[in-house]
């Protein structure tokens, strides 16, 4: 399911950016570090008292900008507030109540969103000063006194924030439909790809509005199955359309994801990986899902020979290093090349990243590569791992059982990752080990 959207939004300076780097510093901590992966700064991942939301830290002004301030700031407050399920408004105690505070106040209003007040800077521990009360004059209700730099308030506040959070609904419920998103930059030619696939096949096409805002399901039926593809191309670009808009696209395509099995992550055959690529794709990978690349506008690519593909394959892994184990296609949306075998290729992976082994497997393959590679060893202690089972699936989630989990390298790990994937052909799922240190007495 798609997480909620707690938008940050205020004035310049007023500690926006402090507060979002604060409150996301919590779940960001714990997300697994990806090398190849940038990451903008604009949303993250925040969980509090077990529920978790997309937080967008609106950012505001742009440098680059030629708008005056205060039109930049509405139409950063407009897009935020339009996307979100929740809106933060980021004050500052040292300045007080400020016009434009007022102004972004009642956009607010208008809005008819939940809104949390937050009256940033009360670094001083106790009771808020008397210039604290004047923000009840923005009529949103009892304000949160909130130190970003020092973390005080920040509990509350996010406590007043889970008061507004929509509840789970049953979304997630299996409907036997492989929930696709097609997900990559503007103009990769997404939709052409939805609109050939929903076209080719004449069983069981119907559009269904879209749970999550921009977007639009399209349900298929085929003989490999029943797809629900996840249409992102709302999230084109426009024409001269202002970067703090823009920016919206990346968080729209991660809502996709956050409700997808599959992940399709487009690619312009003429353009090659873009650092908008890296970041939708690292997100699919940190959320665990299985992947693929399709490579599309094959048809454009002019004086291919028989060595273009391998070629242009041989880049794209280097690309994807950070993902080693995803599949590409090379695809044409317009002309359907390929595009009938993308069907069988969703299902391969989504079915390896819902696979599962037993104990007795897993434990014949770790005798096997532990006499193959013998584990590594430190002044002359050596790791050793009892056993291992699978935890979890989707992605896949395996834990080991060793006597010392700092002899356990990540070179070791990626090895065993490998052997893995190679015994069980895990191709397009990630895998995720966890560890775990016996006590030395019952080993």
């Avoid at 808020?128 to 909130?146: H, I, S, W």
């Avoid at 055959?269 to 506008?297: L, M, P, R």
């Avoid at 897993?362 to 002044?379: G, Q, T, Y």
């Amino acid at each position: 399911m798609a997480k909620p959207i707690v938008a940050i939004v205020g004035r310049p300076n007023v500690g926006k950016s402090t507060l979002f780097n604060k409150l996301a510093g919590k779940r960001l901590s714990i997300v697994e570090d990806t090398p190849g992966v940038t990451r903008d700064r604009i949303y993250a991942p925040c969980e509090w008292l077990g529920h978790t939301f997309m937080l967008v830290d609106t950012g505001g002004i742009e440098p680059q900008s030629d708008d005056v301030i205060l039109s930049q700031m509405r139409r950063q407050a407009e897009v935020a507030i339009e996307r979100a399920d929740v809106a933060i408004l980021v004050t500052n105690i040292r300045d007080g109540v400020t016009a434009t505070d007022q102004d972004v106040a009642q956009m607010l209003l208008k809005s008819g969103k939940p809104v949390v007040l937050c009256v940033n800077k009360c670094d001083s521990v106790g009771a808020p000063p008397p210039e604290f009360y004047e923000f009840y004059n923005l009529g949103l209700g009892d304000p949160v006194a909130v130190s970003s730099v020092h973390g005080h308030g920040t509990g509350d506040l996010l406590d007043e924030v889970l008061k507004y959070l929509p509840e789970e609904d049953a979304e997630d419920v299996d409907d036997g439909h492989i929930k696709v998103a097609v997900i990559g930059k503007p103009n990769a030619g997404k939709s052409s790809l939805i609109n050939r696939m929903a076209g080719e096949e004449r069983v069981i096409v119907s559009d269904i509005a879209g749970t999550t805002r921009d977007a639009v399901d399209t349900e298929v039926e085929n003989e490999f199955g029943k797809f629900t593809f996840i249409d992102t191309a709302g999230i084109r670009r426009k024409s001269r359309v202002l970067d703090s808009i823009e920016r919206y696209s990346v968080l729209r395509a991660f809502m996709a994801v956050d409700r997808a099995d599959v992940a399709v992550i487009m690619l312009d055959a003429t353009q090659g990986f873009t650092e908008q690529d890296s970041k939708v794709a690292g997100y699919a990978h940190e959320q665990g899902k299985a992947c693929i690349v399709a490579v599309n506008k094959w048809d454009a690519v002019e004086d291919k020979t028989d060595k273009t593909m391998k070629e242009f394959t041989d880049k794209l892994k280097n690309d994807f290093s950070f993902m080693s184990y995803v599949p590409f296609i090379f695809i044409s949306a317009k002309t359907g090349q390929r595009v009938g075998k993308l069907y069988e290729l969703i299902k391969t992976v989504y079915e390896h990243n819902c696979f599962r082994a037993t104990t007795g497997q897993l434990n014949d393959l770790l005798s096997v590569a532990v006499a193959r590679v013998e584990p590594p060893s430190d002044k002359g202690r050596r790791l050793k791992i009892y056993y291992m089972t699978q935890a979890s699936t989707r992605p896949p989630a395996f834990v080991a059982f060793v006597n010392r989990r700092d002899l356990f390298h990540f070179s070791y790990q990626r090895y065993l990752e490998n052997q893995i994937r190679n015994t069980f052909n895990l191709d397009g799922t990630p895998i995720r080990f966890i560890i775990r240190e016996r006590d030395r007495d019952d080993a």
